[in-house]
């Protein structure tokens, strides 16, 4: 499909989000700039406000319509990208465009596994108790979010409360990898002692596959 040329209110629309100008944000509206206009990169206003996380641009913008989940060339979406900065105030603008949780990255993945992977705290903690996603959903690499967390992370303080969070949340410490390997199997292997610790407590505990959770 032919993308339409960008007109000069969609550009400096775009121009505006990505450096966070709410006010030639606003000015490029009312001259009739599209909000779903893309760059050549395919990315949208809305996204190029939510990788640089500029917070009242992406309010202005999800408040005149703007797709939250409109994914670029490389699957990014603004919903998804909050994942990966660990933004919880972009999370939070975008909630009021109804994200759809279950919309996948490049790699299968929803946004909580690469904030896990990145040890995003405050973030995986958000997301969890304030949407529905899938504490259990597996990605193409066979991968959780727990299981990134502990194969991907460092094993140190944030992913130790990275994993607290998660198993608080019904993440199932059972699922293993597609080799079938175990987070805890994981953490033994990488030398994270702490974070065994928490995983064979979880084990212990017994418990189950978490509730809705999607592979």
Do not use: C
């Amino acid at each position: 499909m032919t993308r339409k040329p960008l007109s000069p209110a969609d550009t400096a629309l775009s121009d505006a989000a990505a450096s966070g100008d709410t006010a030639a944000a606003r000015a490029a509206l009312a001259a009739g700039a599209r909000t779903e206009a893309r760059d050549e990169r395919g990315r949208t206003p809305l996204l190029r406000a939510a990788l640089a996380d500029h917070v009242e641009v992406a309010r202005l913008l999800v408040a005149s319509g703007a797709d939250v989940d409109a994914q670029d060339g490389r699957r990014d979406s603004p919903w998804l990208v909050t994942g990966v900065t660990g933004s919880v105030a972009m999370m939070r603008a975008l909630l009021p465009g109804d994200p759809d949780v279950t919309l996948t990255n490049r790699y299968g993945g929803v946004s909580v596994i690469p904030a896990s992977e990145r040890g995003h705290v405050g973030y995986v903690r958000a997301v969890l108790a304030e949407t529905g996603i899938a504490v259990d959903h597996v990605n193409r690499l066979g991968w959780t979010a727990l299981l990134e967390a502990v194969i991907l992370g460092d094993g140190g303080r944030d992913h130790q409360e990275v994993v607290r969070i998660l198993l608080a949340a019904g993440a199932d410490p059972f699922l293993p990898d597609g080799h079938g390997v175990t987070a805890l199997a994981h953490a033994r292997r990488l030398g994270f002692t702490a974070l065994a610790d928490l995983l064979r407590a979880a084990e212990e505990a017994g418990a189950g596959p978490a509730a809705g959770s999607t592979r």
